[in-house]
C-alpha cells in the first residue's frame, strides 16, 4: 500500500509539473508578445505606420524567436553539455532519460505550441495555413507522448534544437517589412540561415535517423516491434 500510494504522489507532482510548465509557456507568449510590440514601438519608427494585421504578425514572431532561442540553447544543454545522455554515465536505456529539466522545457514548448495553435486559429489563414495547423498538432502529439511516457525525450530535444533557425527566418521577415533587403543585414542573415538550415535541418536529420538506427535495439520498442 505504501508503494502504490509513493507512486501516487509522484505521479500527481509530475503531473502538476508538466501543468505549470505549460502555463508558464503560454503566459511567457503573452508577455513576450506584448513587450515586442511595446519595444518595436520605442525602438522602431515604422513600427507605428504597419496595419494591424502585420503588427499581429509582427508580435507573433517576437514570443516565436523567444521560444526558439529557449528551446534551442536548452536542448543543446541537455544534449551535448549535460550528462543526461552520456552513454557511460547511466545504466537505463537512452531512449527512457528524462530530467525535470528536460520535462520542464517540453512542458514549456507545449504552451508555446498552444499559444501559436490558438492565434492561427483566431486569425486563420493570416498566420498560415492548414500546414501550419497540421505541423503544430504533430509537433504537440510527439511532445505530448514523450512527456507522459517518459520516451524517446532524446530525439524530441533533437527536432526542438532544429527551431534554432526560427531567429533567422523571424529576421528575414522583419527586415524586408522594414524595408531592408538590400542591407548588408539581410545578407548576412541570409548567410546564417543557410549554414544553420544546413547544420540544423539537413545534418542534424541526418544525425537523427543514424543515431536511431545504431540504438535499434532500443528504438525498436517504441515502435512495438519488439520487447527488450
Given at each position: 500500500m505504501?508503494?502504490?500510494?509513493?507512486d501516487?504522489?509522484?505521479?500527481?507532482?509530475?503531473?502538476?509539473?508538466?501543468?505549470?510548465?505549460?502555463?508558464?509557456g503560454?503566459?511567457v507568449c503573452i508577455?513576450?508578445?506584448?513587450?515586442t510590440g511595446y519595444?518595436?514601438?520605442?525602438?522602431?519608427?515604422g513600427?507605428?505606420k504597419?496595419?494591424?494585421g502585420?503588427k499581429?504578425e509582427w508580435?507573433?514572431r517576437?514570443f516565436?524567436?523567444?521560444h526558439?532561442l529557449i528551446?534551442a540553447f536548452?536542448?543543446?544543454?541537455?544534449?551535448?553539455?549535460?550528462?543526461?545522455?552520456?552513454?557511460?554515465?547511466h545504466?537505463d536505456?537512452i531512449?527512457?532519460?528524462?530530467s525535470t529539466?528536460?520535462?520542464?522545457?517540453l512542458?514549456?514548448?507545449l504552451?508555446?505550441f498552444?499559444?501559436?495553435l490558438a492565434m492561427?486559429?483566431?486569425?486563420?489563414?493570416?498566420?498560415?495555413?492548414?500546414?501550419?495547423v497540421?505541423?503544430?498538432?504533430l509537433?504537440?502529439?510527439s511532445?505530448l507522448l514523450?512527456?507522459?511516457?517518459?520516451?524517446?525525450?532524446?530525439?524530441?530535444?533533437m527536432?526542438?534544437?532544429?527551431?534554432?533557425?526560427?531567429?533567422?527566418v523571424n529576421?528575414?521577415?522583419?527586415?524586408?517589412v522594414?524595408?531592408?533587403k538590400?542591407?548588408?543585414?539581410?545578407?548576412y542573415?541570409?548567410?546564417?540561415?543557410f549554414?544553420g538550415?544546413?547544420?540544423?535541418?539537413?545534418?542534424?536529420?541526418?544525425?537523427?535517423f543514424?543515431?536511431?538506427f545504431s540504438?535499434?535495439?532500443?528504438?525498436?520498442q517504441?515502435l512495438?516491434i519488439?520487447?527488450?
Open positions: 505504501a508503494v502504490s500510494v509513493t501516487y504522489v509522484s505521479t500527481s507532482t509530475k503531473q502538476s509539473h508538466w501543468l505549470v510548465s505549460i502555463f508558464s503560454i503566459i508577455i513576450v508578445y506584448k513587450l519595444i518595436s514601438l520605442l525602438c522602431f519608427k513600427y507605428g504597419l496595419s494591424s502585420v499581429v508580435n507573433n517576437g516565436s524567436t523567444f526558439a528551446v536548452a536542448s543543446l544543454y541537455l544534449l551535448l553539455l549535460s550528462d543526461e545522455f552520456d552513454e557511460k554515465s545504466g536505456l531512449i527512457n532519460r528524462t529539466l528536460s520535462d520542464t522545457l512542458g514549456f514548448s504552451g508555446y498552444l499559444s501559436d492561427i486559429l483566431w486569425l486563420f489563414p493570416a498566420l498560415g495555413g492548414l500546414e501550419y497540421l505541423h503544430h498538432g509537433s504537440m502529439s511532445i514523450s512527456l507522459i511516457s517518459g520516451q524517446a525525450r532524446i530525439y524530441i530535444l527536432v526542438l534544437f532544429s527551431e534554432s533557425t526560427t531567429p533567422f529576421l528575414r521577415w522583419y527586415l524586408d522594414a524595408g531592408q538590400n542591407s548588408k543585414l539581410y545578407t542573415n541570409g548567410i546564417a540561415l549554414l538550415w544546413l547544420v540544423a535541418r539537413i545534418f542534424l536529420f541526418i544525425f537523427f543514424a543515431h536511431m540504438h535499434f535495439d532500443q528504438t525498436a517504441l512495438h519488439y520487447e527488450a
